[in-house]
């Protein structure tokens, strides 16, 4: 950054943020150019229809966040404009996978094992005088 001329078009207390906007930009391109290079088809195909999902919402929402910048760099507020219902749109339907992902993860109940283990964690001996004081109390009746 020290090599870099400072442009006298913008205050020199941004320079650090617009230079790190900068880098965050070329980052992204590159990571767009590296998931251009793979056709949809070939990098769906290797995946599980969850994962494909995951894959296509991360894609729509990144989209529409960059739209977002977009209008926002435009001066339109995107507070106001559809983009903001489209982006909510896409979450409810990440959370919904996300659901889906942690149910896939959720240990599977065994009835029958957990039925038996309350059952022996309730059980108590029969006491010899019990059954005894029990059936007095049946004979007066």
């Not at 001066?75 to 903001?84: I, R, S, T």
């Amino acid at each position: 950054m020290a090599a870099e001329e400072i442009n006298e078009d913008y205050p020199v207390e941004i320079h650090e943020y617009l230079s790190a906007f900068g880098n965050s930009i070329d980052a992204v391109d590159e990571m767009l150019k590296n998931m251009m290079s793979v056709s949809r088809n070939e990098l769906l195909q290797k995946l599980d229809p969850l994962e494909q999902a995951k894959v296509d919402l991360v894609s729509a929402y990144t989209l529409n966040s960059m739209f977002w910048v977009y209008l926002a760099t435009q001066g339109v507020n995107p507070k106001e404009h559809p983009v903001k219902q489209e982006l909510e749109r896409i979450r409810v339907y990440m959370n919904r996978v996300k659901e889906m992902t942690d149910k896939k993860k959720a240990g599977k109940l065994d009835r029958g094992a957990a039925s038996r283990f309350v059952k022996n964690a309730l059980w108590e001996p029969k006491r010899k005088n019990a059954s005894k004081v029990a059936n007095k109390e049946k004979s007066k009746s």
